[in-house]
């Protein structure tokens, strides 16, 4: 099974939960409706990538771009967790990008087919190490960033989540449960774009000024 870091231990990871639309200017910029309740759909373990490692672009796509966001790694498991109880089944908090073949994606939208594979290929989720969730009392004082090839292409603060941390929790474990090692991503503000065999991509993780965490992959 695949693993992730956490205070140097090695975590197995049994699923990844993905987060869309949950932030508004990104809803706006894909032209979708902002949601009433949170939009969610799975990764295998199989598509993550450690840092230093290699994003591959599928051939039956020429359009995969990066969405850049905030993972969440599950120590305790549970189903139905009330809200209020959210933050102690959290172990970590890192950085992710959710690679997303946007014309597979969009086919399958047009013809009302499930759009899995542009979101669940091989290495499709970069992930960084996590730092431990007590660590960070305050989720909505960080920040995201991405540069592509050292420019930056996307910036988003975590305070303008739609739904934060503990209400995806809550919302996630009242239909499918959640195991310890699982990693949610929690969606991306705007700013998606597309990337090419060569470019570089660094994530980050922003506690004010200091980075708290990043994982850096190339595109081929």
């Avoid at 073949?101 to 190490?129: C, I, N, Y």
């Avoid at 996307?154 to 090692?181: C, H, K, N």
């Amino acid at each position: 099974m695949p693993t992730v870091s956490l205070d140097s231990r090695s975590i197995a990871v049994p699923k990844i939960l993905c987060i869309g639309r949950n932030y508004a200017e990104h809803a706006k910029e894909m032209k979708a409706e902002i949601p009433s309740a949170p939009v969610f759909f799975l990764k295998p373990s199989t598509a993550l990538v450690a840092d230093g490692g290699v994003v591959r672009i599928p051939s039956i796509s020429n359009d995969m771009h990066h969405e850049v966001e905030l993972t969440v790694l599950v120590g305790t498991g549970g189903s139905h967790i009330p809200e209020s109880e959210a933050r102690k089944h959290i172990a970590g908090f890192g950085v992710g990008l959710d690679m997303t073949l946007r014309d597979v994606q969009a086919e399958a939208k047009k013809k009302g087919l499930p759009w899995a594979l542009a979101k669940g290929f091989d290495t499709s989720a970069p992930v960084s190490s996590f730092v431990a969730a007590d660590r960070v009392p305050k989720v909505a004082s960080l920040s995201l960033e991405l540069l592509v090839n050292g420019q930056v292409r996307q910036r988003g603060s975590l305070a303008d989540l739609i739904f934060p941390v503990e209400q995806l929790i809550a919302y996630l474990s009242r239909f499918v449960t959640l195991e310890a090692g699982d990693i949610i991503y929690t969606g991306t503000p705007e700013g998606v774009a597309r990337v090419i065999p060569g470019e570089t991509m660094e994530a980050k993780l922003l506690g004010g000024t200091s980075t708290l965490t990043r994982v850096t992959v190339s595109v081929q």
